[in-house]
């Protein structure tokens, strides 16, 4: 090699003269013309292309995830985009919230997503569903599964998407654990507590989330189990934190008299709706206007059981969810299933608080609260 | 509520301006498709990249250089085919997009990534007085916020951030921070080598040898060999330059010295020399780097500093062979391969002498190219809070006007994650919205007037054509259609101290500064001055009026009391370091925060100091959250 003379010779000099004499400014970033912005990029993936060609470590991200994930990778971590990568979370029931859902753990790189609704498309289907063409010869016949999961499989090529054919109301045993995340939107009470139930019983962990909209409402609920995770603490360090979860029958049995008077309202007309629609033989939001009565009278009956006064579950609000029926209010549904694509990353990363165990969003009011409803407390006998 | 007919229609007869089809922007345009939008015009200038694909779901790797704009409206209307989208793939601030454009909109709702663009489309919403809905993200911290002239504050009410920016003789001498490398390597180093030569830069071109100071030591010799030019130019910035400013003892006294590196100490000379051939046997369709070049795989990775040294000098020679062409016209840029190498591997290597953690390319890329953290979650929900308040500001329904936060970590004893604000009343001494002066201190004997336009006028008031009157004497104006005598006059002006601008300006004078474009129109009441601090008051005037607590923070910079949280820089998140702070927006949640009953110290504490601040970028913005005192007692949480 060539060594300069430069190299050799140490020689002192004075100093440049602009140390701290200006204070000129380094502004942080030059926007680059956009003309440049095509060639840079179609030049760019090439070469990110022909990096992985090589291929990469078993258990390394590989070039192409690391372009296309690079800006959640800044928020999550590397590891946190492995974890997900393995991750298998099973879907029963489409819709707005869960179509919303869906398209946030597809883009966010889970390992495989199947869907589970065998209801036949109809046109009422199409109101909150980006996923479905406004097409009958398209989706005519077809299953809403079917019909969803072909829509989904575009958004990115490196996530499998599939189709479970089957009644939600039976899945259970070994089927169950071909699975780390359930999500339930649109079941009956009695088919949420049966899955739910089901999942517990399994030596692996599954977690549990039964996602409603109901028109500008909305309800999460969450049961991790037994959750251990990393929390990040203001410093930048982490603390290994664990919770315990109740099961959904437990955070549905809890007296009222024992919650604190602050529990979200919407705990509890949920909670209202849910019974009248279980002993009604209704199926979720098959309620109209005429309802209302019955529904307000099983309010009284629940309360004055629970020692709750009745004003804590305003009449507006009971009627605005009877009213609701099956109706998904579309911001309503990017919010819901914006935070459970959340949620769920965060239990698959075991990464940062998820929420404990309860989540409302009323558009009404705009809050979004979590609240931390217990299990009954042990019962004496 | 949002069942009611009367939303159906607003909505049905909306005209929607969205600005932006970025992050924020696929999801609201999609959420505004199902909602029952029929009209929505779209601009947005940008086209589509690969690192949008993890969130901008109406893109695919197909659609990669298009028009983001039109892309997205092709894609919604798949599911929505009986709705009109009307694109634009154009900056808003093209003059085409002017006060009668603003006007035809119901109301206008931003998923920018900028502030220009911001306060640009803010004074265009005031002056055409149509609602404008505000929007911004950056992880999984998001805001939304409506601007409603008359009913709420504008979205310049508040100081506006001001990029963070660094003093010379930290980047030049004293860097302490992995940040520091990047600024010098990209705004010094880089600029010098591959960009316009003829810049100004800081970098000292003199060689040892070189008494005359007038040759660049940046220049090829005639002749020279590329290896040799390579290693000529390591030797002298990541050793000469070194030694140089160690023999000033003054500034080590308490530092820590820096080690002089030569590639003779970092590189073993075989390797070297193997170095030197350069991989002609690879693909000439590839887009030359030196990572693959030398079988470098793993962006994740932190490279040794041997490793640095050989990707610094491939990637040196790589820009010669491959990208001669482009040699003095280069800027950097975060997609560009070659230029992330090349600034990593520099700023690593800067960092080994300074003693300074080395960071591997993925971090570098972050730090360099200011990349805001960006998930497809907080888009989604920030674009459906952003369509509640759209339907409500349609209805009139300003009573209900709500600013919402989405937080990561519940902030109050109520647990919520997404918390909404009643509005601000407008600031009554807003420039841009009300018309209360400005105040300009500065020395009009030597100060020219073209430092008032870029400094002041064009960079603070953001004005993008300004036309400059003392009392009815024009003395400038910007733009197209100026007579060639005015272009002259005007041109002879920029460079006159304020005092001899033919309507010379003294102190007492009243400047009036007018943008047509944007139809904002702002008095400027000046003060002489003689004396300003260099360090605190570099632009050698002070604007009072408007930017009191920025222009503080900006000025404090050398000051660590000063910079909140500067703890965490060296890691990927202190990309929101070279960002932006919003003084308004912290104002407001901290008083939220007090005002929330058992709110608890641990939440609080991780709202402000874990993330701290707020970023522009390239993409979807955001506002993170400082535990800044700025205190407020207005407390107007219902």
């Given at each position: 090699m060539a060594r300069g003379e430069e190299t050799k010779t140490k020689k002192k000099k004075s100093?440049?003269?602009?140390?701290?004499?200006t204070l000129a400014r380094y502004p942080?970033?030059?926007?680059?013309?956009?003309?440049d912005l095509i060639r840079v990029l179609s030049l760019g993936i090439r070469a990110l292309a022909a990096m992985d060609s090589g291929g990469g470590a078993e258990g390394e991200l590989t070039a192409q995830e690391t372009a296309l994930y690079d800006r959640q990778i800044r928020v999550w971590g590397v590891d946190a985009q492995k974890r997900l990568s393995k991750a298998h979370v099973l879907v029963c029931g489409m819709n707005g919230t869960t179509t919303e859902f869906c398209k946030n753990i597809v883009l966010a790189g889970v390992g495989s997503l199947s869907l589970m609704d065998d209801h036949m498309v109809t046109e009422?289907?199409?109101?909150?569903?980006?996923?479905?063409?406004?097409?009958e010869s398209i989706?005519?016949?077809?299953?809403l599964a079917e019909v969803c999961c072909e829509s989904l499989k575009?958004?990115?090529?490196?996530v499998r998407v599939s189709v479970e054919k089957g009644d939600p109301s039976l899945i259970d045993g070994?089927?169950?654990?071909?699975?780390?995340i359930i999500v339930v939107s649109g079941a009956s009470l009695k088919t949420k507590l049966f899955i739910n139930e089901n999942c517990r019983k399994r030596s692996k962990r599954i977690a549990f989330y039964a996602i409603d909209c109901k028109d500008s409402c909305g309800e999460i609920f969450v049961d991790l189990q037994k959750h251990s995770y990393v929390q990040k603490k203001p410093g930048g360090e982490s603390e290994p934190q664990e919770l315990t979860y109740p099961s959904l029958q437990e955070a549905i049995s809890v007296?009222?008299?024992?919650?604190?008077?602050?529990?979200?309202k919407l705990y509890f007309a949920m909670r209202v709706l849910e019974n009248y629609e279980l002993s009604e033989g209704?199926?979720?939001?098959?309620?109209?206007?005429?309802?209302i009565p019955a529904v307000l009278a099983r309010r009284k009956d629940m309360c004055d059981n629970m020692s709750l006064?009745?004003?804590?579950?305003?009449t507006a609000l009971i009627e605005r969810l009877v009213a609701?029926?099956?109706?998904?209010?579309p911001p309503v549904c990017a919010i819901l299933g914006g935070i459970l694509g959340q949620e769920v990353i965060k239990s698959i990363s075991c990464k940062g608080d998820p929420i404990k165990n309860f989540f409302y969003f009323d558009a009404a009011d705009g809050k979004g609260v979590i609240e931390d409803i217990p299990p009954p407390p042990p019962s004496v006998n | 509520m949002a069942a009611a007919a009367s939303s159906e229609e607003a909505v049905k007869a909306a005209k929607v301006l969205m600005v932006g089809a970025g992050g924020i922007g696929c999801e609201l345009l999609k959420t505004l498709a199902l909602s029952g939008f029929s009209d929505v015009h779209i601009i947005d200038l940008d086209t589509i990249e690969v690192s949008n694909l993890n969130r901008q779901f109406?893109?695919?790797?197909?659609?990669?250089?298009?028009?983001k704009a039109k892309v997205a409206r092709d894609a919604v209307l798949k599911f929505r085919p009986n709705i009109n989208i009307t694109p634009y793939h154009?900056?808003?601030?093209?003059?085409?997009?002017?006060v009668e454009f603003f006007k035809q909109f119901s109301v206008v709702l931003n998923g920018l990534d900028n502030l220009d663009a911001r306060r640009h489309v803010n004074r265009l919403c005031l002056a055409a007085e149509v609602p404008l809905v505000e929007s911004g993200t950056t992880g999984f911290l998001g805001q939304v916020t409506v601007h409603v002239k008359g009913k709420t504050e504008c979205y310049e009410c508040q100081p506006k951030p001001v990029p963070k920016s660094y003093p010379v003789c930290t980047i030049?001498?004293?860097?302490?921070k992995f940040v520091h490398c990047i600024v010098w390597a990209k705004d010094l180093l880089f600029a010098k080598l591959f960009g316009d030569r003829n810049q100004d830069n800081d970098?000292?071109?003199?060689?040892?040898?070189?008494?005359?100071?007038?040759?660049?030591?940046f220049e090829r010799n005639v002749d020279e060999d590329l290896s040799h030019y390579a290693q000529r130019i390591y030797d002298h910035v990541f050793g000469y330059n070194i030694e140089t400013a160690l023999a000033n003892e003054e500034t080590w006294k308490n530092r820590r010295r820096p080690n002089p590196i030569y590639v003779r100490d970092a590189l073993p000379e075989d390797a070297v020399q193997q170095n030197g051939?350069?991989?002609?046997?690879?693909?000439?369709?590839?887009?030359?780097?030196a990572m693959v070049s030398l079988g470098l795989?793993?962006?994740?990775e932190i490279w040794s500093l041997a490793d640095n040294s050989r990707v610094f000098l491939e990637a040196f020679k790589l820009f010669f062979e491959k990208r001669e062409k482009e040699i003095g016209n280069l800027i950097f840029d975060k997609d560009d391969q070659l230029a992330v190498e090349f600034v990593t591997a520099a700023a690593n290597i800067r960092a080994s002498s300074f003693g300074i953690p080395l960071h591997s390319l993925f971090e570098a890329k972050g730090v360099a190219g200011n990349i805001v953290h960006a998930v497809a979650t907080t888009n989604a929900i920030i674009a459906g809070l952003i369509v509640i308040e759209a339907i409500k500001v349609l209805k009139g329904d300003y009573q209900n006007y709500r600013m919402s936060y989405c937080l990561e970590?519940?902030?109050?004893a109520r647990k919520m994650l997404l918390m909404p604000v009643e509005p601000f009343e407008p600031?009554?001494?807003?420039?841009v919205c009300s018309e209360t002066p400005l105040v300009l201190e500065v020395n009009t004997k030597t100060t020219k007037l073209r430092e008032v336009i870029d400094?002041?006028?064009?960079?603070?008031?953001?004005?993008?054509?300004p036309l400059v009157m003392v009392g009815a004497t024009l003395v400038f104006e910007d733009g197209e259609g100026l007579e060639p005598d005015e272009a002259e006059n005007y041109a002879l002006n920029l460079d006159k101290v304020l005092a001899e601008l033919p309507a010379p300006v003294v102190n007492d004078t009243k400047l009036t500064v007018e943008d047509f474009q944007q139809e904002l129109k702002c008095s400027i009441n000046i003060k002489q001055r003689d004396?300003?601090?260099?360090?605190?008051e570099p632009d050698g005037m002070v604007l009072a009026g408007w930017t009191g607590p920025v222009d503080k923070q900006i000025t404090s910079n050398g000051d660590k009391r000063l910079?909140?949280?500067?703890?965490?820089?060296?890691?990927?998140?202190?990309?929101a370091e070279d960002a932006s702070v919003k003084p308004g927006m912290k104002r407001k949640l901290n008083e939220i925060l007090e005002s929330q009953?058992?709110?608890?110290v641990q939440n609080k504490s991780d709202v402000g100091s874990s993330s701290a601040q707020i970023v522009e970028d390239d993409d979807d913005d955001i506002v993170m959250f400082n535990e800044d005192p700025m205190q407020g007692k207005k407390k107007r949480l219902q």
């Open positions: 100093l440049p003269k602009n140390t701290c004499k942080p970033l030059p926007i680059p013309p956009a003309a009422d289907d199409l109101n909150a569903n980006f996923l479905i063409p406004p097409d989706y005519g016949g077809r299953s575009d958004f990115n090529p490196m070994e089927f169950l654990d071909k699975f780390d007296s009222w008299n024992n919650l604190p008077r602050r529990t979200a209704r199926s979720p939001g098959e309620t109209t206007l005429s309802d006064s009745e004003s804590q579950i305003p609701a029926g099956k109706k998904e209010h | 109406l893109f695919r790797q197909s659609h990669v250089g298009q028009s154009a900056n808003v601030k093209d003059s085409t997009f002017n030049t001498s004293t860097p302490s970098l000292n071109v003199h060689s040892k040898d070189d008494s005359s100071s007038k040759t660049d030591v051939c350069s991989q002609d046997h690879k693909n000439e369709e590839q887009e030359p780097s795989r793993n962006p994740q970590h519940p902030a109050t600031n009554k001494s807003c420039y400094k002041v006028i064009k960079s603070k008031l953001g004005m993008n054509l004396e300003f601090d260099k360090e605190k910079v909140p949280s500067s703890s965490s820089a060296d890691d990927v998140d202190s990309t009953e058992n709110f608890d």
